[in-house]
C-alpha cells in the first residue's frame, strides 16, 4: 500500500510539474496518432482517385459541345441535305410521272391546240412574272410602312392601316379582281394591283409585330452609347426581327401563286388559262396540267422562301434558335 501510492505513475505526470518520460512527451508520434495519420492520408488518396475519375464541370462544358452557342455545330448553317434534296426529288418525280401520263394519254385535236406553239410555256413565264412583280412591290410597300407605322409619331395610325390591309385580305380575290376591271379595265395591271393588295396583310403585320416584340433593354442600350435613331433601327430592330419579316414575305409569296390563277379573268395571263380552259372544255388533260404545274410552282417558291429564311437570318439569333 505504502509503495503504491507514494511511487510516480509512468503514464500520468510527475507531482514536481515536469513532464513525464512516456511516449507522449518526447514530441514522437504514439502509434494511434500515426494509424489515423495513415488513414486520413489514404482517405485523401482515395479522395484525389475518385476526382480524378469524376468529369469536371468545365470539360464537360468545353467549346467543342454541340449544344455550346459558341461552337461551329451550333452557329452552323441549319441546312442539312435533306432540306436540299427531299422537296426537288419529290416535284421531279411528280411533273416525270405527269410527262409519262401524257404520253400515254389520247389527246384530242382541242387538246392538242390548248397545249401546242408553246402555250404552256407561256402561261408558266406569266405566271411566275405576275408572282416577282407583285411580291416585289408588296415588299416596298408593306416593309416600310411597318417600320413607319412602329415609330412613335406615327403609332396612332397602325389599327387604321391595319383596318384596311384586313380588308384587303377578306375581301375575295375574284370579287377584288373584278371591282379593279371594272375600274381599270382588262389587262395585267389590273391583276397585279389585286394580288398586291391581297397579299400585303401578312408581310405588313410581321413588320409590325417583329419590330414591336425587340426588347427595349436592347434599343435601350444601343441609344446609350450613342447610335442615332437610324443606326439602332437598321443595326438593332431590323435584324432582331429579320425572321419574322421573313416569315411573312414566305407567306406572301405563296399566296400570290395561288391568286395568281385567277389573273386570266381579268385578262392578266399565268397558268389559270390552262385550268379554265380545261374546265370550259371539258379537257382533263388540260386542267391537270395546270393545276399540277400551279401546285409545283407553290411549293418550289415555298421551299425557296424556307432556303431564304434560313440563310439570311442573322448568326446571332441561331445560337438562341
Do not use: C
Request: proline share 7%; no cysteine.
Amino acid at each position: 500500500m505504502s509503495t503504491s501510492s507514494s511511487g510516480p505513475s509512468s503514464s500520468g505526470p510527475s507531482s514536481s510539474g515536469r513532464p513525464s518520460s512516456g511516449p507522449a512527451s518526447s514530441g514522437r508520434p504514439s502509434s494511434g496518432s500515426s494509424s489515423s495519420g495513415s488513414s486520413s492520408s489514404g482517405l485523401a488518396s482515395s479522395g484525389s482517385d475518385e476526382a480524378e475519375n469524376e468529369p469536371s464541370p468545365s470539360s464537360s462544358s468545353s467549346p467543342s459541345s454541340p449544344s455550346s452557342p459558341s461552337s461551329p455545330a451550333g452557329t452552323k448553317r441549319r441546312v442539312g441535305w435533306r432540306k436540299l434534296t427531299f422537296l426537288p426529288v419529290v416535284l421531279i418525280a411528280v411533273l416525270l410521272a405527269t410527262w409519262l401520263w401524257f404520253q400515254q394519254a389520247d389527246l384530242d385535236a382541242l387538246s392538242e391546240n390548248a397545249l401546242s406553239d408553246g402555250q404552256v410555256t407561256k402561261a408558266l413565264w406569266q405566271h411566275v412574272q405576275l408572282t416577282v412583280i407583285s411580291t416585289f412591290f408588296v415588299l416596298i410597300i408593306a416593309i416600310p410602312l411597318g417600320v413607319l407605322l412602329t415609330r412613335q409619331a406615327f403609332r396612332r395610325a397602325t389599327p387604321v392601316a391595319m383596318a384596311f390591309a384586313n380588308m384587303g385580305q377578306a375581301t375575295p380575290a375574284i370579287g377584288l379582281l373584278a371591282l379593279l376591271v371594272i375600274w381599270l379595265g382588262i389587262g395585267r395591271r389590273a391583276a397585279l394591283i389585286g394580288i398586291i393588295i391581297y397579299a400585303v396583310l401578312p408581310v405588313l403585320s410581321n413588320t409590325i409585330a417583329g419590330l414591336k416584340a425587340n426588347d427595349p433593354t436592347l434599343l435601350e442600350a444601343a441609344r446609350g452609347i450613342g447610335m442615332s435613331p437610324m443606326g439602332v433601327l437598321t443595326r438593332v430592330e431590323l435584324p432582331l426581327a429579320v425572321p419574322l419579316i421573313l416569315a411573312g414575305v414566305r407567306t406572301a409569296l405563296v399566296l400570290n401563286v395561288g391568286t395568281a390563277t385567277l389573273a386570266t379573268f381579268g385578262g392578266g395571263g399565268g397558268l389559270g388559262v390552262l385550268i379554265t380552259t380545261g374546265i370550259t372544255s371539258q379537257r382533263m388533260p388540260v386542267l391537270v396540267l395546270g393545276s399540277v404545274l400551279t401546285v409545283a410552282l407553290a411549293l418550289l417558291v415555298d421551299w425557296l422562301a424556307s432556303l431564304a429564311e434560313l440563310l439570311l437570318r442573322p448568326r446571332g439569333l441561331e445560337a438562341g434558335a
